[in-house]
T-cell receptor, first 114, second 115 residues
Framework: AQSVTQLDSHVSVSEGTPVLLRCNYS??????LFWYVQHPNKGLQLLLK??????LVKGINGFEAEFKKSETSFHLTKPSAHMSDAAEYFC????????????FGTGTRLKVLA | DAGVIQSPRHEVTEMGQEVTLRCKPI?????LFWYRQTMMRGLELLIY????????DSGMPEDRFSAKMPNASFSTLKIQPSEPRDSAVYFC?????????????FGEGSWLTVV
């Protein structure tokens, strides 16, 4: 069975400092992995996705994530946080092959301090 | 493209009333999803359709909930009768094709409050 664990429910960083949001997954096959962002009172927007191509995936707004099979991790990073990055971030793993039952993590709320 | 369009954006209704949420997926997308988001349970997949046919409705909480997709450009999620515990944000989403690597595109959500 597939599962995803976001290791931090809340992360606070100062503006201009690096961001690290951690995600571990479990999958019985080679999964697809996604990061979505949700700003207050908005829908979810795709940041980036991994689908078995390059292990380092670049997304929008300067975010990137690295797929590490040996560590079953897909952590999201950004070199320098901006105030507009304050939002909730969801790590997502694809469901069983051929289905669309994607598994969403519980979310990490990112706070950016001025 | 206009993206996934949901209506109403906000609804406040009294317990026992019927609620209908509407969704227009992105044109050309074969898959449509209904999700529910609450603080307690996070994001839950309620049901999804492929080419207007329900594929998996195992997430629908109970018989009070029903979803239809009469054509490729419209879907509804109905709650009858509504209860306060149904208060949540309901997201509609769509995806272009098959395969687990396909991106799901979300609408802005329908904020439902049942009093």
């Amino acid at each position: 069975a597939q599962s995803v664990t976001q290791l931090d429910s809340h992360v606070s960083v100062s503006e201009g400092t690096p961001v690290l949001l951690r995600c571990n997954y479990s999958s019985s096959y080679s999964p697809s992995l996604f990061w979505y962002v949700q700003h207050p009172n908005k829908g979810l927007q795709l940041l980036l996705k991994y689908t078995s191509a390059a292990t380092l995936v670049k997304g929008i707004n300067g975010f990137e994530a690295e797929f590490k099979k040996s560590e079953t991790s897909f952590h999201l990073t950004k070199p320098s946080a901006h105030m507009s990055d304050a939002a909730e971030y969801f790590c997502v793993v694809s469901g069983s092959s051929g289905t669309y039952k994607y598994i969403f993590g519980t979310g990490t709320r990112l706070k950016v301090l001025a | 493209d206009a993206g996934v369009i949901q209506s109403p954006r906000h609804e406040v209704t009294e317990m026992g009333q019927e609620v209908t949420l509407r969704c227009k997926p992105i044109s050309g997308h074969d898959y449509l999803f209904w999700y529910r988001q609450t603080m307690m349970r996070g994001l839950e997949l309620l049901i999804y359709f492929n080419n207007n046919v329900p594929i998996d409705d195992s997430g629908m909480p109970e018989d009070r909930f029903s979803a239809k997709m009469p054509n490729a450009s419209f879907s509804t999620l109905k709650i009858q009768p509504s209860e306060p515990r149904d208060s949540a944000v309901y997201f509609c989403a769509s995806s272009p094709g098959q395969g687990s690597g396909n991106t799901i595109y979300f609408g802005e959500g329908s904020w439902l409050t049942v009093v």
